[in-house]
């Protein structure tokens, strides 16, 4: 089975901030990707990456940075959290090219903003 | 504006109903997939539809793709309360580069 882990489930943090999510998976995956998730606006795409050390911009990258310098790990990073950053994220990682659409979520991080 | 729509947006059924839910575009998809979401949880895959036309079973849920690949519905019978979760669609664009999510289905299955 896939397993992808993220670092914390719940994390609340001040305005201004830099904050870092990590994400893990064990399966030797070559794409992980990052999402936001918000009431009524599904899950959007804030980065993604195919390769080490390899990023591309999602829909909505503004106030984020991602790292990956180990094909098994993928940080999300905020530079400076504002309160419009509160929200669910969620990492997710998928086999290769190939199969590039079938993707395996972590459990979510609950990140709050104050 | 969401390039998946899904419907219905919430769904309250008794245990033992049947029901249906929707994902459509304009735009048309290499494939589709279904993801469930359980509270505190990440989304599961279900399924990936790759064939206009095509059908999936997966028990008691039906999964088809429509012929022209632009839509998609999921249908379950005789709901259960474990069926209970968001159900999201999400679809791969015709270049294979991007990977879209519709906003979901929240359905409650009440015993």
């Known amino acids: 089975d896939v397993k992808v882990t993220q670092s914390s489930r719940y994390l609340v943090k001040r305005t201004g901030e830099k904050v870092f999510l990590e994400c893990v998976q064990d399966m030797d995956h070559e794409n992980m990707f990052w999402y936001r998730q918000d009431p009524g606006l599904g899950l959007r795409l804030i980065y993604f990456?195919?390769?080490?050390?390899?990023?591309e911009k999602g829909d909505i990258p503004e106030g984020y940075s991602v790292s990956r310098e180990k094909k098994e790990r993928f940080s999300l990073i905020l530079e400076s959290a504002s309160t419009n950053q509160t929200s669910m994220y969620l990492c997710a990682s998928s086999l290769g090219r190939a199969s590039f659409y079938e993707q395996y979520f972590g459990p979510g991080t609950r990140l709050t903003v104050t | 504006t969401q390039l998946l729509e899904q419907s219905p947006q919430f769904l309250s059924i008794q245990e033992g109903e049947n029901l249906t839910v929707y994902c459509n575009s304009s735009s048309v998809f290499s494939s589709l997939q279904w993801y469930r979401q359980e509270p505190g949880e990440g989304p599961v895959l279900l399924v990936t539809v790759v064939t206009g036309g095509e059908v999936k079973k997966l028990k008691r849920l039906t999964f088809q793709f429509g012929d022209a690949r632009k839509d998609s519905s999921l249908h379950i019978t005789a709901a259960q309360p474990g069926d209970t979760g968001l159900y999201l669609c999400a679809g791969v664009g015709p270049n294979f580069n991007k990977f879209y999510f519709g906003s979901g289905t929240k359905l409650n299955v009440k015993p």
């Open positions: 990456s195919y390769d080490v050390k390899m990023k």
